[in-house]
């Protein structure tokens, strides 16, 4: 089925500096959320978009949705090592079954001390 | 804590046996959705719940099935297991179909 198109597949970064990590699908989309999972725990929600364009902050977190509805990135300022573990995009596919929540395949983000 | 909670944590049982994992969802959420996460195929959608009705099917296999009782909880039935189902199981919730999903801690399923 869809898939939502995520990079990078993995970071590997330095305490302090900033990461950016986006989404991609070739349809359009609803909502776009992004979640972060720590090793054998469930996805925990950041932030969620609803509106082409919205520009949402949660502490050092910035997310967008693209004008086109077709992407969506995720920034973390100033990173820190609990920053670690596996961000998720994921989103409501236009015209798709609601509830049907799309995810990307996750971007692995390790923090260097 | 997300507020949805999943029973039990770990579960190892053999092929061919069948097992229940449960969900109970956040406090008026009505909207219950299963998934499953597996190393190489990231979350995949299984089964999506309204208010007691089935609303949405996605890559769930036919030896799997799900409901949601009168109380909200709602239970994945797996049987005739494979090695392959071995797997993480998540339970999600939200208020409505459109609203963003709260996930629950996951129940890992051992296949031997």
């Known amino acids: 089925g869809q898939q939502l198109n995520q990079s990078p597949q993995s970071m590997f970064i330095q305490e302090g500096e900033d990461v950016s990590m986006n989404c991609t699908s070739s349809?359009?989309?609803?909502?776009w959320l992004w979640y972060k999972q720590d090793p054998g725990e469930g996805p925990v929600l950041l932030i969620a978009?609803?509106?082409?364009?919205e520009l949402t902050s949660n502490g050092r977190l910035t997310a967008q949705f693209g004008i086109t509805r077709k992407d969506s990135f995720l920034n973390i300022s100033a990173s820190i090592p609990s920053d670690v573990g596996i961000y998720f995009c994921?989103?409501?596919?236009?015209?798709?079954?609601?509830?049907?929540?799309?995810f990307g395949k996750g971007t692995k983000l390790s923090v260097k001390p | 804590d997300s507020g949805v909670t999943q029973t039990p944590k770990h579960l190892i049982t053999a092929t061919g046996q069948r097992v229940t994992l449960r969900c109970s969802p956040r406090?008026?959420?009505?909207?219950v959705y299963w998934y499953q996460q597996s190393l190489d195929q990231g979350l995949q959608f299984l089964i999506q719940?309204?208010?007691?009705?089935?609303?949405a099917k996605g890559n769930i296999l036919e030896r799997f099935s799900a409901q949601q009782f009168p109380d909200l909880h709602s239970e994945l039935n797996l049987s005739s297991l494979e090695l392959g189902d071995s797997a993480l199981y998540f339970c999600?919730?939200?208020?409505?179909?459109?609203?963003?999903?709260?996930f629950g801690p996951g129940t890992r399923l051992t296949v031997l």
């Open positions: 719940y309204y208010n007691g009705e089935e609303r």
């Open positions: 349809s359009i989309f609803n909502t």
């Open positions: 994921a989103g409501h596919e236009y015209g798709g079954s609601q509830g049907n929540l799309i």
């Open positions: 406090s008026g959420d009505l909207s």
């Open positions: 978009l609803y509106k082409a364009g």
């Open positions: 999600a919730s939200s208020r409505s179909p459109i609203n963003e999903q709260f």
